[in-house]
C-alpha cells in the first residue's frame, strides 16, 4: 500500500485514468464491430459510415495513448480495405 502522498496521488491518478481508458476502449472495440458486422451482412453503405466513425474513435484512442498508434492504424487499414473490396466487387 501507498505511504507517502505522493504515491497516494499516483494511486488515485491511476484509478482515475484506468477507468477513463476502459470506458474508451471499450468504445472502440464496440464501433469496430459495427463495421465488421456490417461487413458481413454485406451492407456497403452502413459499412462506410460505420467505418467513417471507428477511423474517428481508432485515431482518437491512439492519441489520447489507449491504444499504440500502429495498432490503430492496422485496424483502419485492414477494416478500409474489407470495406473498399465489398464496395468493389459489387
Do not use: C, F, W, Y
Request: overall charge positive; proline content about 1%.
Amino acid at each position: 500500500m501507498a505511504n507517502h502522498p505522493s504515491a497516494e496521488k499516483r494511486n488515485r491518478q491511476r484509478i482515475k485514468r484506468t477507468l477513463r481508458n476502459r470506458g474508451v476502449s471499450s468504445a472502440v472495440r464496440t464501433i469496430v464491430k459495427r463495421v465488421r458486422v456490417a461487413i458481413e451482412a454485406k451492407d456497403k453503405t452502413v459499412a462506410q459510415a460505420a467505418l467513417q466513425l471507428a477511423i474517428t474513435a481508432l485515431d482518437k484512442a491512439a492519441t489520447k495513448g489507449v491504444l499504440h498508434a500502429k495498432a490503430a492504424s492496422r485496424t483502419v487499414s485492414r477494416l478500409s480495405a474489407q470495406v473498399h473490396k465489398l464496395t468493389t466487387a459489387a
